[in-house]
């Protein structure tokens, strides 16, 4: 038995949902996400309720897949209402960024600019050239795409510089002894 799958979603205020067969569309204020649930697990309303429940009691559906299709669906109303963001940190002399249009230029202090072109969806904002927040309604691709910002440079454990989220603990080490 899933206990995150037991839960009940909550509808907001000025939240859709509409299911047909497998596939649910949530929209809302901020957009509509579409996403299509495996076969094993079934998705009901009632009223301004949204329960998941496993289609026959199974070792994949009656665990990781029921809470995994609850886990996504409160995600896809959360972003639709609320929305998601992430906020990162440039550490590093001379790093900094700028979002012109719909690219991401980077400083990391590579012999050239890096240019990032955001994905669909993806909002960028740039605070003091070195705090970067990014947002939008999908919390996959607001990770994936802070990821993918991130890997241009980690950071390092000696100095600290690199791309990291905010209130990440960076574990540091003792430079080289004389």
Same mark, same amino acid.
């Given at each position: 038995?899933?206990?995150? !799958? ?31 649930? $495996? ?38 109303? %959360? !972003? ?38 955001? $994905? ?38 000696? %100095? !600290? %510089? ?13 430079? %080289?002894?004389?």
């Amino acid at each position: 038995m899933s206990r995150i !799958g037991k839960k009940p979603v909550s509808i907001p205020n000025g939240v859709e949902v509409t299911i047909e067969n497998q596939t649910i569309k949530v929209s809302g204020k901020l957009g509509s996400l579409t996403r299509e649930f $495996p076969a094993q697990i079934q998705v009901t309303r009632e009223g301004d309720l949204l329960t998941v429940l496993p289609r026959q009691a199974s070792k994949d559906s009656s665990g990781a897949l029921w809470g995994l299709s609850r886990a996504l669906l409160a995600n896809m109303v %959360k !972003g639709v209402s609320e929305g998601f963001s992430k906020t990162m940190e440039i550490i590093g002399v001379g790093y900094r960024a700028a979002v012109e249009e719909r690219i991401l230029k980077l400083n990391l202090g590579f012999s050239h600019p890096v240019n990032f072109v955001l $994905p669909e969806g993806i909002e960028a904002l740039v605070d003091k050239n070195t705090f970067l927040t990014i947002k939008g309604i999908d919390v996959e691709r607001v990770g994936q795409t802070c990821a993918e910002i991130r890997a241009y440079r980690l950071p390092e454990p000696y %100095k !600290g %510089k690199g791309i990291t989220y905010v209130g990440e603990k960076i574990l540091r080490k003792v430079g %080289k002894k004389k």
